[in-house]
């Protein structure tokens, strides 16, 4: 059992840890070490003890600077725990290991962990719970078995992940299994530590992926629990990257339950290499620069944003508007699925074009016109924009701009070479025919750019394909004459097998 000794009130106090079982699955290098979130849980049962009845689920400026080196077979530690009164009402904690000197006449002590408590804040229900409802961008997913044997290697008791761990660049969606029952060291005033764990794990993953490292977490600017995890109980980490410029990673954390109730937020995780370079993340997982943006459709508008539609979350519905809900009621899956996604990315426009904002409800941006058809995007600043979205099988993609616009996505798919004669003319399809790009690829930039402009001209779709004549056909950009008018512009952008296009300069 980690134990107080019956000495000392105040000050440093020694205590013994009983090295679980299940931490040998913990492991780095060859060495089996403390967990970070082990750490944290031994200073909470040690400080509540002490200190009974302090509520210990507020923690700021939490360094796990050394690894705390444990036996692979199990035993006991000799450690001390280190607590100081703050002026502000906070606890200051450390755990602390004996090292004897070369010459075995002293000891000096190593800091393996240190953190403050303070009392608990009011921690309410994210606004924003759309962020963490979808993934903005393409996402790459890794399944667990692939995790755990060579992205972080860890043993059974630490495998937490349970579905495949989703990745773009705006971040990671993990969902975490936390297992049966308690270690019978601690009373789990922080929630079981296995959930918090694995969120660390999805954002090693995200930095092996998108930063070039195998990143560690060594510090915490501050963590709230709401309410601690429970073993047994399935939870949903969202992984926000705040700063990857340069060798120190620094993420939020969400952790919230498949209702998406928040459970835990973290502020300030800091990560970064421990190996000194030696441990590199194998080449199939390095993200190739660009892959998967919408650079060419953003250079065309104000703002645009494309969800996965496998990133969606459970709670997902409880990001809508009660005008949108309403339109749900008889919805089967698949369009309920089509309705979320293209919701959700207007969501994310309104955030963008409101300087990010992130205090607005979700509940409260409504993204269907009161005409109960058209999309918009709501501006907390009150400006206007023009705003059109699609979605295909896999993608929804949003799009806004001050001038009218249209856009459309499509799965490049040899069935759109069946329907040439609806949907185009003589010359169209003669252009098609010979076009460098093969059929399909310059007949789905054809039907897309006349979906385009049915949403742009607020039309139906057998009109747009009457009104509307290609000029030109290319991978990048094609020009369209609508009405006999002047030519517009149209904006082609391929991501994996899906085309992307954009009508604007119209109105």
């Not at 953190?115 to 921690?123: A, H, K, Q, T």
């Not at 919230?256 to 990560?271: A, N, P």
């Not at 040439?420 to 310059?442: I, N």
């Given at each position: 059992?980690?134990?107080?000794?019956?000495?000392?009130?105040?000050?440093?106090?020694?205590?013994?840890?009983?090295?679980?079982?299940?931490?040998?699955?913990?492991?780095?290098?060859?060495?089996?070490?403390?967990?970070?979130?082990?750490?944290?849980?031994?200073?909470?049962?040690?400080?509540?003890?002490?200190?009974?009845?302090?509520?210990?689920?507020?923690?700021?400026?939490?360094?796990?600077?050394?690894?705390?080196?444990?036996?692979?077979?199990?035993?006991?530690?000799?450690?001390?725990?280190?607590m100081e009164d703050l002026a502000d009402g906070g606890l200051r904690t450390a755990l602390l290991t004996k090292i004897p000197s070369?010459?075995?006449?002293?000891?000096?002590?190593?800091?393996?962990?240190?953190?403050?408590?303070?009392?608990?804040?009011?921690?309410?229900?994210?606004?924003?719970?759309?962020?963490?409802?979808?993934?903005?961008?393409?996402?790459?997913?890794?399944?667990?078995?692939?995790?755990?044997?060579?992205?972080?290697?860890?043993?059974?008791?630490?495998?937490?992940?349970?579905?495949?761990?989703?990745?773009t660049a705006e971040g990671a969606l993990a969902v975490i299994r936390a297992p049966e029952g308690t270690d019978g060291q601690t009373?789990?005033?922080?929630?079981?530590?296995?959930?918090?764990?694995?969120?660390?794990?999805?954002?090693?993953?995200?930095?092996?992926?998108?930063?070039?490292?195998?990143?560690?977490?060594?510090?915490?600017?501050?963590?709230?629990?709401?309410?601690?995890?429970?073993?047994?109980?399935?939870?949903?980490?969202?992984?926000?990257?705040?700063?990857?410029?340069?060798?120190?990673?620094?993420?939020?954390?969400?952790?919230?339950?498949?209702?998406?109730?928040?459970?835990?937020?973290?502020?300030?995780?800091?990560?970064?290499?421990?190996?000194?370079?030696?441990?590199?993340?194998?080449?199939?997982?390095?993200?190739?620069?660009?892959?998967?943006?919408?650079?060419?459709?953003?250079?065309?508008?104000?703002?645009?944003?494309?969800?996965?539609?496998?990133?969606?979350?459970?709670?997902?519905?409880?990001?809508?508007?009660?005008?949108?809900?309403?339109?749900?009621?008889?919805?089967?899956?698949?369009?309920?699925?089509?309705?979320?996604?293209?919701?959700?990315?207007?969501?994310?426009?309104?955030?963008?074009l409101s300087g990010n904002d992130r205090c607005t409800p979700a509940q409260e941006i409504v993204t269907i016109a009161t005409d109960?058809?058209?999309?918009?995007?709501?501006?907390?600043?009150?400006?206007?924009?023009?705003?059109?979205?699609?979605?295909?099988?896999?993608?929804?993609?949003?799009?806004?701009?001050?001038?009218?616009?249209?856009?459309?996505?499509?799965?490049?798919?040899?069935?759109?070479?069946?329907?040439?004669?609806?949907?185009?003319?003589?010359?169209?399809?003669?252009?098609?025919?010979?076009?460098?790009?093969?059929?399909?690829?310059?007949?789905?930039?054809?039907?897309?750019?006349?979906?385009?402009?049915?949403?742009?001209?607020?039309?139906?779709?057998?009109?747009?394909?009457?009104?509307?004549?290609?000029?030109?056909?290319?991978?990048?950009?094609?020009?369209?004459?609508?009405?006999?008018?002047?030519?517009?512009?149209?904006?082609?952008?391929?991501?994996?097998?899906?085309?992307?296009?954009?009508?604007?300069?119209?109105?």
């Open positions: 059992m980690a134990e107080l000794s019956k000495i000392a009130p105040i000050g440093r106090v020694a205590v013994t840890i009983d090295v679980l079982p299940h931490w040998a699955d913990h492991h780095f290098q060859g060495r089996v070490v403390l967990p970070a979130v082990e750490a944290m849980q031994l200073l909470a049962h040690w400080v509540h003890r002490f200190r009974t009845g302090l509520d210990v689920r507020c923690i700021n400026e939490a360094a796990f600077d050394r690894f705390l080196e444990l036996p692979p077979t199990g035993g006991r530690i000799e450690a001390w725990c280190e070369k010459s075995a006449r002293m000891t000096r002590a190593k800091v393996h962990a240190k953190l403050d408590f303070y009392p608990p804040v009011e921690l309410p229900p994210p606004a924003d719970l759309d962020l963490a409802s979808a993934l903005d961008g393409v996402c790459f997913s890794v399944d667990p078995g692939l995790i755990y044997k060579e992205l972080v290697p860890f043993g059974p008791g630490f495998q937490t992940i349970c579905q495949p761990l989703r990745l009373e789990l005033h922080l929630g079981s530590p296995f959930v918090l764990d694995g969120a660390f794990h999805a954002a090693c993953v995200w930095s092996q992926r998108f930063a070039g490292v195998v990143a560690f977490p060594v510090g915490i600017g501050q963590r709230l629990i709401a309410t601690p995890t429970r073993p047994g109980d399935i939870y949903v980490s969202r992984i926000f990257p705040v700063q990857t410029e340069s060798g120190l990673l620094i993420f939020d954390i969400w952790i919230v339950d498949t209702q998406g109730r928040l459970f835990e937020k973290l502020e300030g995780v800091r990560m970064r290499d421990v190996s000194g370079g030696k441990v590199r993340p194998p080449e199939w997982i390095r993200s190739c620069e660009g892959t998967g943006s919408l650079k060419r459709i953003a250079c065309h508008s104000a703002a645009v944003a494309m969800i996965d539609r496998s990133t969606l979350m459970p709670f997902s519905d409880r990001c809508l508007a009660e005008y949108e809900r309403r339109r749900t009621i008889k919805m089967g899956t698949k369009r309920l699925t089509d309705y979320l996604s293209a919701r959700l990315a207007c969501k994310r426009l309104s955030r963008q109960g058809v058209r999309p918009c995007c709501p501006v907390t600043n009150g400006r206007t924009y023009y705003c059109s979205v699609s979605h295909d099988r896999r993608f929804a993609v949003a799009v806004a701009s001050e001038k009218p616009i249209g856009m459309d996505v499509e799965t490049l798919d040899g069935r759109v070479l069946k329907s040439l004669h609806l949907f185009m003319d003589a010359d169209e399809q003669e252009t098609v025919r010979a076009s460098a790009l093969g059929p399909v690829g310059a007949a789905v930039r054809v039907w897309t750019t006349k979906e385009a402009v049915a949403k742009m001209l607020n039309i139906n779709l057998a009109d747009a394909w009457a009104r509307t004549h290609l000029l030109t056909i290319e991978a990048e950009q094609s020009s369209v004459r609508i009405n006999d008018g002047p030519a517009a512009t149209v904006v082609h952008q391929t991501v994996e097998d899906h085309l992307v296009t954009l009508v604007c300069g119209v109105g």
